[in-house]
């Protein structure tokens, strides 16, 4: 196999993710670089003095089924943003972390 087949071969990490008062996990995957450009994008827009990133729009991005399909679209972020603060969180925080892009995982990367 060439390299080029492997490097697209490659898949982003699908996790399961236990939530209380849900009798079966979740799962949340880290983003692919086109999600993660849109995510970026929708942090520029923050800085352009638009409307913050929400916790929904990041969960709409990661929230997925266990092969890594996305269950959610862009559109059902304000949904999500009605979920218990605390979940939603944790949540946001699992896929900011799979995708690499938390402050330690910028460090991570940094040192390789």
Known sequence: MSLRAKLSA???RVE???IAGIDEPIHVKGLTGGE???LVSKRFRMGEGGP??????IA???I???S???IYQDTDAPELDLM???VLSAIALRIMQLSGLTAEATTDAAKK
Do not use: H, K, N, Q
């Open 64 to 66: 997925c089924d266990a």
């Open 60 to 62: 709409a991005l990661g």
């Open 84 to 86: 218990p603060g605390e």
């Open 16 to 18: 399961p993710m236990t």
């Open 52 to 57: 913050p990133l929400s916790d929904g729009e």
């Open 68 to 70: 890594g399909v996305r």
């Open 10 to 12: 490659l898949r982003v």
């Open 36 to 38: 993660r450009a849109v």
